[in-house]
């Protein structure tokens, strides 16, 4: 069982922590954990009439989360 604490660590650090500790299977859990919790909804398909204004509509919002540092 590893003392590190996965979850103190924003998703940047968890990745890169990962990334360099590869055999760590507790960091490899936790990473895909929070993948799992960063997933996005389909917001939109080819058909869609309201396409761009919906591409456009999760861009600002994307923009702005990384703005204001929730982007991990």
């Known amino acids: ?13 968890l990745r890169r922590y990962f990334l360099t500790h590869r055999d760590d299977n507790a960091a490899f859990q936790a990473y895909l954990a929070r993948r799992r919790e960063r997933s996005r909804p389909v917001i939109t398909t080819v058909n869609d009439p309201d396409f761009d204004s919906k591409i456009q509509a999760s861009i600002r919002q994307q923009i702005a989360e ?5 982007a991990g």
Do not use: F, P, V
């Open 1 to 13: 069982m590893s003392s590190i604490n996965y979850t103190a660590m924003s998703y940047q650090e």
């Open 66 to 70: 990384y703005q204001s540092g929730n």
